[in-house]
C-alpha cells in the first residue's frame, strides 16, 4: 500500500520558516509527480506545490517566492521549505503523488502548520 508520513509542522510566528517532509513508501518519488497540499477546515484541499518526476517544479501563486519543493532521491522523501510565513499559510499540509490523489486515498495524517503572532 502507498503510504505517505508528514512530519515537521508547528507553531510558528508571521515572517518564520518551517520546513516539512514527507516520507513516501511504496511509490519512488523519482518516478512519481509528487505534491504538497493543504486544506483548512471546511475549504477545499489546495495544492501548493508540485515536483514532477522529471525534476520540474511548480509553485502556487499564493506562496510563490516564499516556499519551495524539493526531493532527496535516496532517501524516497519530499521537502517543503516555508519561509515568510503568513497567517493564511495555517493548515494541515500533506503530501501525495499528484495522478493518484484523486483517484485512490493515500492521504496520510498531514502535518499541522500553525501561524500566529
Known amino acids: 500500500q502507498v503510504q505517505f508520513v508528514e512530519s515537521g509542522g508547528s507553531l510558528a510566528q508571521p515572517g518564520g520558516s518551517l520546513r516539512l517532509t514527507c516520507a513516501a513508501r511504496?511509490?519512488?518519488?523519482?518516478?512519481?509527480?509528487m505534491g504538497w497540499y493543504r486544506q483548512t477546515p471546511g475549504s477545499q484541499r489546495e495544492l501548493v506545490a508540485t515536483i514532477l518526476s522529471s525534476g520540474d517544479t511548480t509553485i502556487a501563486d499564493s506562496v510563490e517566492g516564499r516556499f519551495t519543493i524539493s526531493r532527496n532521491i535516496d532517501e524516497n522523501t519530499i521537502y517543503l521549505q516555508m519561509n515568510d510565513l503568513k497567517p493564511e499559510d495555517t493548515a494541515v499540509y500533506f503530501c501525495n503523488a499528484v495522478r493518484l490523489a484523486n483517484r485512490f486515498n493515500y492521504w496520510g495524517q498531514g502535518t499541522q502548520v500553525t501561524v500566529s503572532s
Open positions: 511504496n511509490i519512488f518519488v523519482s518516478s512519481a509527480d
